[in-house]
């Protein structure tokens, strides 16, 4: 188990979002969160995040994608726009300020599907009979104190995009020509 994955309660965890590290902590959170476990008992499928820009931080969609099986998390990787997406059972995507949105708890992940603000791909009648895990998740996400990385350049087209932390330390690298994402943190 991750150390930092033992904070008190209530101390929010920084980290650089994205970022294997995030994701490393994200997903040993929810392996030993036994209402997760409880409330995702029957949940059989993969899930790709995708956050789509708007003006914030990401200048082209990133994804997240998620192996959850039975209560467990079992992998994770991550996608840019222009890579073949991962193959996913349900993709759940909406621009980066209503994801920070329910990050910061004012907007529910299902009512956001109600409203419009989230969409998803994918069976909604599984979605709906697992509810209380998708606000697990979505507590789970509340944990963290996320530095959200930057680009270098707000060019979609450009031919390598570098992102940072708030301390200026390289966090991934996109080169567009070879279609690849490297997480370095």
Known sequence: ????ANSPPGKKIVVPFPSNKWAKMYMDFLNNSKPYE?????WE?????IIQPDGGAAPFEIGCWLDL???KCRGYSFWVKGQDPPKADFTY?????NWLGMIDGKIDPIQG???GKFRLIGNMPMVMRHTLAAKILVETLQKFEFDIVTADTKDPN???VTFFDKGKN???IVDRQKNTLTMLV
């Open 38 to 42: 409880e409330a995702a008992k029957n």
């Open 170 to 172: 390289r966090v991934a």
């Open 158 to 160: 450009a031919k390598t």
């Open 1 to 4: 188990m991750i150390a930092a």
């Open 113 to 115: 599907l109600m409203a």
């Open 45 to 49: 499928g993969t899930m790709l995040f």
């Open 69 to 71: 099986w039975h209560g």
């Open 93 to 97: 995507q909406g621009p980066e300020k």
